[in-house]
């Protein structure tokens, strides 16, 4: 696992020990910048479900301001913390130890509002339907933003959901990966 492109383009990143985890393969990491990106003019990264921080950490790499990430698991905490350590990225980075669903009320209250949001939940217990919901009812991306979705293959995700439409799918083997922004009135391919 490294860092595909960017300002830390080949640069190794530790995985969550265990087996509590599964990252993104960088074959898959990579299609997914390439499609939102793949680079960007700054910008607020949201890693979700963060793991060991690889997606967070390449949008950084790959040019955004500040990435939150959030995981509920203390491995996967410090092993975000390294990782960031190693890209030089920690000074734009916050880290929290939280389950999703509190993580996003306390958001909320922040008023934050993201550029870029990556939801890939443990596949057994997605609920990506209801935190696009969410994502949607307190207005958590902005108007050009993207949100990822990474799921099982075996999973249908809507077309829309909530003020989202549904602009990308892609399938690599096994993994799914559905790209959400923003619905537009005059909405052109």
Known sequence: MRVVSGECKGRPLKAVPGSSTRPTTDKVKESIFNIIGPYFNGGLVLDLFAGSGGLGIEALS???????????EYKAIQTIKQNLEACHFTDRAEVYKNDSER?????????????LILLDPPY???????LLEFIGNHNLLTENGYIVC???????????????????????????VSIYRKTLENWEE
């Open 103 to 115: 993580a996003l009320k306390a958001i909320v209250k922040r008023e934050l509002c993201f550029d």
């Open 124 to 130: 057994k217990k997605q609920r990506l339907v209801e």
């Open 150 to 176: 990474e799921h099982a293959a075996d999973v249908t995700l809507p077309d829309r959901v909530n003020h989202f439409e549904r602009w990308k799918f892609e399938t690599y083997g096994m993994i799914s």
């Open 62 to 72: 790959r040019g955004m301001d500040k990435a939150l990430f959030i995981d509920r």
